[in-house]
């Protein structure tokens, strides 16, 4: 029964599937799947709908955009009317990223059941000149990835992806569009988490674009190429990690989630040894919050409501 299990958390995780996607991706029968989704259903785990399933939470969820300025902690990913968990799709394009720009957004969404999937672009291999702390490359890749890891449980991430791309000398490529692509229609997420366009490293502008273009295309049905299937993101919010956002339109109130972001961050230590990160973000979410003249610590963004397909 553990692989009933791991469909309904898997139904969850993408709020509708095909019978030919539960096939595939668990390499089963159609009449496995059929049965397996039949006994799912009975058990009310999740909903039979005509050629596949839907998870009960996505069934009763009203997608909802978040549009207004500041988002409080109790209206913020308020989950649907329901409670309905989202899924939420986060790309960065180095380790520790995610913590610094978005990590208490990571952890509002996993406090309130999302699930947060993270998508690192490079392969951490930059290594490290600092004296008592020279790195390889090698062992760069390893000790980041091994840091991201435990980053990811104190946020409470369900799953990393690695692209495994060259540290400082990412470009826009096509066959990168359609991997976002992919990822996009793989995860249907709600909401995606990306850097803003007008950061200063070139990695996190390429990080920027590639999400802006794949967005639109994974809610295009007729590229059968892109994908099997299309997904429709409702939001981006752009996140600032080098250089600050210089109109923000998202404020997400961070304050109950700045220790465990800090605890995040400082996973990374081999990083830390680098650059303050720690010190540096927790000054700018103070900025953000005292700006905002409500909150103590924010997390700033730009916000896409996705309009267009
Ligand atoms: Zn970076």
Not at 168 to 187: A, C, H, K, Q, S
Not at 297 to 305: D, G, L
Request: aromatic share 10%; net charge neutral; hydrophobic share 40%.
């Amino acid at each position: 029964m553990q692989r009933q299990e791991q469909i309904a958390d898997w139904i969850d995780l993408n709020r509708r599937v095909t019978i030919t996607d539960v096939c595939r991706y668990f390499s089963i029968s159609v009449a496995t799947a059929r049965r397996d989704l039949q006994a799912l259903s009975e058990q009310g785990r999740i909903r039979r709908v005509h050629g596949g399933a839907v998870s009960v939470q996505s069934a009763i969820e009203q997608p909802q955009i978040v549009n207004r300025m500041f988002d409080t902690a109790e209206q913020a990913e308020g989950n649907g009317p329901n409670g309905a968990r989202r899924s939420i799709l986060v790309f960065a394009p180095h380790f520790d990223d995610e913590a610094i720009g978005c990590g208490g957004a990571i952890a509002r969404h996993t406090a309130k059941g999302d699930r947060v999937v993270v998508v690192f672009m490079s392969r951490g291999d930059s290594g490290s000149t600092v004296p008592g702390h020279e790195m390889d490359p090698k062992t760069s890749e390893r000790t980041l990835k091994a840091e991201a890891e435990k980053a990811g449980q104190v946020l409470g991430i369900v799953r990393q992806v690695y692209l495994d791309l060259d540290d400082g000398f990412m470009g826009w490529t096509p066959d990168l569009l359609r991997e976002f692509v992919r990822l996009i229609n793989r995860y249907r997420p709600s909401i995606v988490y990306a850097p803003h366009a007008d950061e200063s490293h070139s990695d996190h502008r390429v990080a920027s674009q590639l999400v802006s273009d794949a967005v639109p295309r994974a809610g295009w049905g007729a590229f059968p190429t892109l994908a099997d299937r299309a997904w429709a993101v409702e939001e981006v919010r752009y996140y600032e990690m080098w250089t600050p956002i210089q109109r923000p339109n998202l404020y997400l109130d961070i304050t109950p989630y700045v220790e465990t972001k800090l605890a995040a961050i400082r996973q990374y230590a081999s990083q830390l040894v680098m650059v303050p990160y720690d010190d540096g973000s927790l000054g700018l979410n103070r900025f953000r919050g005292a700006t905002t003249a409500r909150f103590q610590y924010a997390e700033a963004f730009i916000q896409w409501a996705v309009t267009t397909r």
